[in-house]
């Protein structure tokens, strides 16, 4: 064992050649809309979205603006008052960009008050073929007092990084039509605008595939319109009887052992369908590096021994655990899920170690000194600075990419990541193939993102802990409040856009699960053990579950199920959160019933693009209640939730027309009398789906 890793850790010189070998042919991806102050300055560093070895920018004097250069990042300082949009034409490696530039309100700016962005939003309306042009429609819809006058405000229509001409473009009063110019192949068109009072709409976005836009008929194995099954491979299903592990000490309590699950458990439920039927597209496995035989104590009162059950103790971050299988096993899980048109990512733990491992024997460096941020006294963390400890982190990720034909990897990290870090460990990643490897980082010391460290250059995803954090409290019961919970969604699409790949989630291991807590037998602030809960004693828990995961399934991101949420699994904090997995013969009717809507909800996901991609619009809003439409071209989808005790009816102004909806979770229909005023009859603690229909 000593050999190996001491052979690997020779290839710090490998990683370097490998940096510096990296020819780009100059990958441009669109730079986002800066919002600057008067007289404040913001930076971009060009690296994130200019994918080349070397960055040459050239700029004129511009009369608004202080614009300068340093280390491939752009420095603008505002020097004007008024406020709206402005474009810098930049120069980067000889193409000409357009920035786009927002300068906001200063205080006492004499205008009308800004209006909020929920009350009026460009949003997608329709596409039809004029010969082999594309003509793409946008609406302008607003919930304020006064309608804007779109001609009245300030538009600007780019495709990636640059505008499109005039001739391409109509604007009417409350519309914008769009002729796609042939060009406008593959990329993102965006559209940029204020309002007659100089008030910032939400930026709209449309990937173009083929020069049309992405959808699930031309796209269909687009990770936009996907979703991820996250299982715990020792609790969910055991196959090998022969790779058990037996522990001989009592002293150590059951759920605190190896139980047996491994990777050929896994290939058995991809075999028999269990993930077809569940409408899963991605499966990501728990940490299988290699862990500890032995128990060690906890370092919290009562101390119990435990062991590394979960893969989150790894003595070799590049060998399976033998609990879990071999190369194998792990290339006949891909194989088979592949064979189904199913993606494997793996969790793979580059934030700490165990003690035992080789890195914190030779390498203590490498390591943060200050043991109260460890999660445990025998898991030191890692100080994510040191550059040979990124070499060699980095190519301990490489190994499971190269080694298998994984699609993903979930990097599970701590806080002290820095942009060196990120940017060598993601570039590296991707060199030397040409398949897209889904890269995702997932925060283990503390339940916060990073949205800075999600962009081209870097990780594609990241945990959303904003909108699970909120949601919890919302769908739960201990803090509901539509109002709140519509604003925050509103600020999560400003901070990572209104398309984007951002993992959502109602489930997450170490957190009690959050059907106990909306049963209110254990709480998120309570630590205690909580290995009594049996069962489910209130019905409406199944139902405020399957509301949380309508949200997630109705906004843009990738919803993660956490294995068993899809019936309803129980658990309170740290080790209570991994039971092991139930399937069918086990389950009670109630969560029989949950487990087949929510199969029918993650396939509904997968079918309608709307879902995932299309322009989030609030209708109708209370603590209780909130009607939400979600817009993409041709397809309309009206959303509601009832979080009340008792049946509500409530009058939705459509901002389309419509003859009927129809519900995708039931097939029931909704007559309309009026094209533009949809009446429901909501009854208690229900959540509904409807497709808006035309005659």
């Not at 925050?488 to 856009?497: G, H, K, P, V």
Request: glycine share 4%; proline share 3%.
């Amino acid at each position: 064992m000593i050999t190996i890793e001491l052979h690997k850790i020779k290839y710090f010189l490998l990683a370097t050649i490998l940096m510096f070998s990296l020819i780009f042919c100059s990958s441009f991806y669109p730079i986002p809309l800066q919002s600057i102050n008067y007289k404040s300055e913001v930076s971009i560093d060009l690296g994130k979205y200019i994918l080349s070895e070397d960055i040459n920018i050239n700029y004129d004097i511009n009369d608004g603006f202080d614009i300068s250069d340093s280390n491939d990042s752009l420095y603008i300082y505002s020097k004007t008052k008024d406020p709206g949009l402005s474009v810098l034409k930049v120069e980067i490696n000889n193409k000409i960009i357009d920035l786009i530039v927002y300068s906001q309100k200063s205080l006492g700016y004499d205008s009308i008050p800004e209006h909020s962005l929920t009350k009026s939003i460009i949003v997608k309306d329709g596409y039809r073929f004029n010969g082999e042009d594309i003509i793409l429609s946008f609406k302008n819809v607003s919930r304020s007092i006064s309608f804007n006058d779109l001609r009245n405000g300030n538009i600007k229509i780019l495709f990636n990084n640059n505008i499109i001409e005039d001739r391409y473009i109509h604007i009417f009063k409350n519309k914008i039509r769009i002729m796609l110019p042939k060009s406008a192949r593959n990329g993102l068109l965006r559209i940029c605008a204020t309002d007659e009072y100089e008030n910032l709409y939400r930026e709209n976005q449309t990937i173009i595939s083929n020069g049309l836009p992405i959808s699930n008929d031309s796209d269909e194995h687009s990770v936009y319109f996907s979703n991820i099954y996250y299982l715990m491979v020792d609790r969910f299903s055991d196959k090998n009887k022969e790779n058990n592990f037996q522990v001989s000490d009592l002293s150590i309590d059951g759920d605190l052992k190896f139980h047996g699950g491994d990777l050929s458990g896994v290939l058995k439920k991809i075999n028999n369908g269990y993930f077809d039927r569940l409408g899963i597209s991605n499966i990501l496995l728990s940490p299988i590096q290699s862990n500890p035989d032995s128990s060690f104590r906890q370092s919290i009162a009562p101390f119990k021994k435990q062991m590394g059950f979960d893969g989150s103790w790894p003595i070799d971050l590049t060998a399976i655990d033998s609990r879990f299988g071999n190369d194998e096993d792990l290339n006949s899980v891909i194989n088979a899920a592949h064979k189904k048109d199913i993606k494997v990512f793996i969790e793979f733990i580059a934030g700490h170690t165990h003690e035992d491992h080789l890195y914190y024997e030779l390498f203590p460096d490498w390591y943060n000194a200050d043991y109260s941020n460890w999660k445990e006294l025998f898991l030191p963390e890692f100080q994510l600075v040191d550059n040979h400890l990124i070499d060699q982190i980095t190519l301990d990720a490489k190994y499971w990419i190269e080694q298998f034909s994984l699609d993903g990897i979930f990097t599970n990290l701590n806080h002290s990541i820095t942009s060196d870090f990120s940017s060598h460990y993601n570039t590296l990643l991707d060199s030397g193939t040409t398949k897209n490897v889904f890269k995702t980082i997932k925060f283990s010391d503390k339940l916060q993102g990073a949205p800075n460290f999600v962009n081209p250059r870097d990780f594609d995803s990241e945990l959303n802990f904003d909108l699970y954090l909120n949601a919890r409290n919302h769908f739960s019961g201990l803090n509901t409040n539509f109002i709140e919970l519509n604003n925050m969604i509103i600020d999560n699409l400003e901070t990572y856009n209104s398309i984007n790949l951002i993992t959502t989630f109602v489930g997450l291991d170490n957190q009690p699960r959050f059907i106990s807590v909306a049963d209110g037998q254990v709480s998120y602030e309570d630590k205690k053990s909580s290995s009594y809960l049996e069962s489910i004693q209130n019905p409406v828990s199944y139902e405020r579950l399957f509301m949380f995961m309508v949200m997630n399934n109705s906004l843009p991101g990738i919803p993660m199920m956490y294995y068993g949420d899809e019936y309803g699994q129980i658990g309170g904090h740290g080790v209570d959160s991994k039971r092991d997995m139930k399937f069918q013969n086990e389950l009670s009717i109630s969560e029989s019933y949950l487990k087949e809507r929510v199969s029918k909800l993650n396939k509904l996901r997968l079918k309608h693009p709307a879902l995932s991609i299309g322009d989030f619009i609030v209708l109708r809003e209370s603590e209780e209640f909130t009607a939400w439409m979600k817009s993409y071209y041709n397809e309309k989808i009206l959303i509601f939730f009832n979080l009340q005790d008792k049946v509500i009816e409530k009058n939705i102004s459509l901002p389309f027309e419509a003859n009927e909806l129809v519900s995708l979770l039931d097939d029931s229909k909704i007559v309309l009398d009026d094209l533009n005023m949809a009446s429901l009859v909501i009854p208690p603690y229900k959540a509904g789906i409807y497709i808006l229909k035309s005659k």
